[in-house]
C-alpha cells in the first residue's frame, strides 16, 4: 500500500494520523476503486466503504478491505466507526455537515493538498498508464487527417474521435464548465481557448485546433495539435511557427532545472517578444494525472518546482479574437531530470 503511505506521510505535516477520503479521484488513488464511497486509511492500511449497490464491483477491483453499508448517513457511521475517538484526521470533503458530524469525536483538518502533494509524483504503473493514453491521443491525430474535411463540422469530428477512442479503451473525462468534451475548433471559433465543438463546417483556408483530453484506466494524457485546410496565409504560418518555437523552448527548459514559475516565462518571454505576448492568455501548462488539471502548476504564479515522476502539459497558445487561433500541446514525463514527451505525433503545420 505505497500509495496509502504516500498519502499518510503527507497528512503527517498536518499532524494527522488517519485520512478520510470521499473525492473519486483520491479513493481510486488509494484503492483502485473508482465509485461512490469513503476510504479510511492510516498506517499502510486502507478500508474502502461502499454502498451495496457497489459492493460486488468494489471487491472486483480495490485493493484493500471492502465495508458495504446502507447508503448515506450509514457510510459516514460505519467509516467513523472503525477510527477511535480523538483521532487527528484529514480529510478531502469539504461539506459543512460532514465536517461537523466528524468534529463531535474527531480533530478534522480539511486539506487537499495533502493528496495532491501525494499524487504529484507517479509511481511506474501510473507512468505506463499515462503513456498509453497519450499512446492513444497519437493514434486520434493520426486518425484527424482523414476526417477534418472541408463541409465536415466541428461535432461530426468529436464524434467519430470520441467513437474512436471508446473503442479501443479510453473515454472522456467529464467537465464541470463545457457541454462538450472534446474541443474541435475551427476558423474563428480556434480563437476560444476553450471552444466548444458546434455545428459549424470546416472552410478552405481555415485552421482547426483538436485538443484532446482523455482517459485510460483512470489517467489522463492531454494534448493539441492545430490543423490548415487548403492552405494557410503568411500570418497564419507565422503565429505556428511562434507557438511551436515557444512550446519547444519551454519543453528544452525542464532540463535546466527551472522551476515551473521560469517554463511559463521562457514560453511566454518569446512569444511576447514576437509581439504576440497579450494573446497568449492561460498559462504554459499543468500537472496531468488523475484530473486534467492538477498540480504543479505552469504559470506565472507558481511555486513549484519540476521532479522526477510527475506529468504535465507544455501547451502555449496564440489567440487573435474574431480571427483565429493556434495552441500545440504535449504530454510531457519528468524522468532523470529530463522532459520526455510522451506524444509522438509530429508538431511541424499539416495542410489538409
Request: hydrophobic share 40%.
Amino acid at each position: 500500500m505505497q500509495r496509502v503511505e504516500k498519502v499518510i506521510d503527507e497528512a503527517s505535516e498536518l499532524s494527522c494520523t488517519t485520512v478520510v477520503s470521499f473525492e473519486p479521484e483520491n479513493i481510486f488513488y488509494l484503492t483502485g476503486f473508482w465509485g461512490e464511497g469513503i476510504v479510511v486509511a492510516r498506517d499502510g492500511y486502507a478500508r474502502l466503504i461502499v454502498p451495496m449497490l457497489e459492493a460486488d464491483r468494489a471487491r472486483s477491483t480495490a485493493r484493500c478491505e471492502v465495508v458495504e453499508s446502507e447508503r448515506g448517513k450509514g457510510m459516514l457511521e460505519k467509516a467513523l466507526s472503525s477510527i477511535e475517538d480523538n483521532e487527528h484526521v484529514c480529510t478531502d470533503c469539504n461539506d459543512y455537515s460532514i465536517i461537523e458530524r466528524m468534529k463531535a469525536r474527531l480533530t478534522v483538518k480539511y486539506s487537499r493538498d495533502v493528496f495532491y502533494n501525494a499524487r504529484m509524483i507517479k509511481d511506474g504503473e501510473e507512468i505506463s498508464t499515462i503513456r498509453k493514453a497519450a499512446s492513444i491521443l497519437d493514434e486520434l491525430f493520426k486518425l484527424c487527417e482523414q476526417m477534418i474535411r472541408i463541409g465536415v463540422t466541428e461535432r461530426e469530428v468529436q464524434a467519430m474521435l470520441l467513437y474512436e477512442a471508446m473503442r479501443i479503451g479510453a473515454y472522456p473525462p467529464s467537465y464541470r464548465y463545457t457541454l462538450t468534451p472534446l474541443i474541435i475548433a475551427s476558423g474563428i471559433n480556434s480563437s476560444l481557448p476553450h471552444a466548444e465543438a458546434t455545428d459549424k463546417g470546416i472552410r478552405h483556408g481555415e485552421l482547426v485546433t483538436v485538443d484532446l483530453t482523455l482517459r485510460y484506466r483512470g489517467y489522463i494524457a492531454d494534448a493539441t495539435r492545430t490543423y490548415a485546410v487548403g492552405r494557410v496565409d503568411d500570418e497564419m504560418s507565422r503565429v505556428y511557427n511562434v507557438v511551436k518555437e515557444a512550446e519547444e523552448r519551454a519543453i528544452d527548459s525542464i532540463a535546466s532545472n527551472h522551476g515551473c514559475r521560469e517554463i511559463d516565462f521562457i514560453a511566454r518571454s518569446y512569444i511576447d517578444s514576437r509581439g504576440y505576448g497579450s494573446m497568449f492568455i492561460h498559462s504554459t501548462g499543468h500537472g496531468i494525472g488523475l484530473e486534467v488539471h492538477e498540480p504543479p502548476w505552469i504559470s506565472q504564479r507558481s511555486e513549484h518546482i519540476l521532479k522526477d515522476g510527475m506529468t504535465v502539459t507544455i501547451e502555449p497558445g496564440i489567440y487573435l479574437a474574431g480571427r483565429f487561433g493556434v495552441r500545440i500541446e504535449d504530454s510531457v514525463l519528468i524522468w532523470n531530470g529530463d522532459a520526455e514527451i510522451l506524444n509522438r505525433y509530429p508538431k511541424d503545420l499539416i495542410v489538409l
